[in-house]
């Protein structure tokens, strides 16, 4: 199960939704480092939160997950199409302009030269 963990104002939708000793695991803060909500979701139903350490992490290592996430690896993201985008530079404007307002989540990539 992939959420938002929460949005401002919100409560964390995942840990009533998680099964016994469940665990979470976040990455990333290309949205910002905030979580927008308490504890308690989490230390009441005995959540762990798991961060990822990808700073520390080794050259080997990082080389084997990025195998494991490319095309049909068995970490391959399957709603990947649906949270990524790919534009051009030209575009980058309107994708900034779209960002500062809030507007659509996910991941852009831009291809350059072509």
Not at 42 to 54: A, C, E, P
Not at 105 to 111: D, N, S
């Amino acid at each position: 199960m992939r959420e938002t963990l929460a949005k401002r104002g919100q409560t964390c939708p995942l840990p009533p939704r998680t099964k016994y000793t469940p665990r979470i695991a976040v990455c990333g803060n290309a949205g910002g480092p905030e979580l927008a909500t308490t504890v308690f979701p989490f230390t009441l139903r005995g959540v762990d939160l798991l961060g990822i350490d990808s700073d520390w992490c080794d050259l080997e290592t990082r080389r084997v997950l990025w195998e494991r996430m490319a095309r049909g690896g068995d970490l391959n993201p399957i709603h990947l199409g649906e949270i990524s985008r790919s534009v051009t530079f030209d575009e980058l404007p309107d994708v900034f302009g779209a960002f500062l307002e809030g507007g659509p989540g996910g991941r852009t990539t831009v291809r350059v030269g072509g």
